[in-house]
């Protein structure tokens, strides 16, 4: 049987390495949820800020769900007991 703390890495591992599923198949999925984009696809849609071409949304959601796993990671790994930290 598993540990909690094997569990977590192997979340970890899997949310990390994109075994099992595909990131962008996921932010794809989640996009279409919203139903705002009108029949766009999310790389032909621009973030603007005052006239000056930010980036698109494809690209800022791919970075914001790395900053979100990240996170996520970062809580999951302060459930581990001291102990087991390096």
């Given at each position: 049987?598993?540990?909690?703390?094997?569990?977590?890495?192997?979340?970890?591992?899997?949310?990390?390495?994109?075994?099992?599923?595909?990131?962008?198949?996921?932010?794809?999925?989640?996009?279409?949820?919203?139903?705002?984009?009108?029949?766009?696809?999310?790389?032909?849609?621009?973030?603007?800020?005052?006239?000056?071409?930010?980036?698109?949304?494809?690209?800022?959601?791919?970075?914001?769900?790395?900053?979100v796993i990240?996170?996520?990671?970062?809580?999951?790994?302060?459930?581990?007991?001291?102990?087991?930290?390096?």
């Open positions: 049987m598993k540990t909690d703390e094997q569990k977590r890495k192997e979340i970890g591992t899997f949310l990390l390495n994109e075994k099992g599923y595909s990131k962008r198949d996921v932010i794809r999925d989640l996009l279409n949820e919203f139903q705002l984009l009108k029949g766009y696809e999310p790389d032909e849609i621009a973030l603007m800020w005052d006239d000056e071409h930010l980036t698109d949304l494809e690209t800022f959601t791919e970075a914001f769900y790395d900053s990240r996170v996520v990671l970062n809580v999951m790994e302060s459930f581990e007991e001291p102990a087991n930290k390096p």
